[in-house]
């Protein structure tokens, strides 16, 4: 199974920081990579798909890049929206695996 | 618009078995795999198996192989998770999801939340 590894596991930040979470994969997935939002009590939300595509309804502030295991969600400047749990997941084989995502908070 | 919308909270026993729903609508059912997830209490996410509507075909994450059946409903395109024998370790949040494959989940449902305990 690939593993993946998110880091930070927490982060505290302020409106209008730019964030940075990083996940690597144990072996290579190519670009098969996602990361989802997920706030308290709700389903997750998709917001980057084949590591640096936004997706639809998604704000320009996000942003994926990276390719082979190294994959990196980067938020622009954090809005108040923004906190709340990220995890990165692969989809280059199966099973799918997820990172353990990371929690951002208010600092 | 795109919706898929799961059945009710659930309590059982250990050893009991548990049926959840999963409802889609607002697409053509049979053109999106299922997908289903777990969460348990404020842990991570873990990916169960999924479902091609179309065909009934299905691929279980081998920690559930034995124990879980993913079953679907042409005609009122909804899918469904059975799990077995259930442990108290599998008190969690049930999501399914949907994504043409292989590709990331864009549609989730609401979950659905399952208790074990005595």
């Known amino acids: 199974d690939i593993q993946m590894t998110q880091s930070p596991s927490t982060l505290s930040a302020s409106v209008g920081d730019r964030v940075t979470i990083t996940c690597r994969a144990s072996q290579s997935i190519n670009s098969w990579l996602a990361w989802y939002q997920q706030k308290p009590g709700k389903a997750p939300n998709l917001l980057i798909y084949k590591a640096s595509s936004l997706e639809s309804g998604v704000p320009s502030r996000f942003s994926g890049s990276g390719s082979g295991t190294e994959f990196t969600l980067t938020i622009s400047s954090l809005q108040p929206d923004d906190f709340a749990t990220y995890y990165c997941q692969h989809y280059y084989s199966y099973p799918l695996t997820f990172g353990g995502g990371t929690k951002v908070e208010i600092k | 618009q795109v919706q898929l919308v799961q059945s009710g909270a659930e309590v059982k026993k250990p050893g009991a078995s548990v049926k959840v729903s999963c409802k889609a609508s607002?697409?053509?059912?049979?053109?999106?795999?299922i997908h289903w997830v777990r969460q348990a209490p404020g842990q991570g996410l873990e990916w169960m198996g999924w479902?091609?509507?179309?065909?009934?075909?299905?691929n279980y994450a081998q920690k559930f192989q034995g124990r879980v059946t993913l079953t679907r409903d042409t005609s009122i395109s909804t899918t469904y998770m059975d799990l077995t024998r259930l442990r108290p370790d599998d008190t969690a949040f049930y999501y399914c999801a949907r994504s043409p494959v292989p590709a990331a989940f864009m549609t989730w449902g609401q979950g659905t939340l399952v208790t074990v305990s005595s």
């Open positions: 607002g697409y053509s059912f049979i053109d999106y795999y």
């Open positions: 479902i091609n509507p179309g065909s009934g075909a299905t």
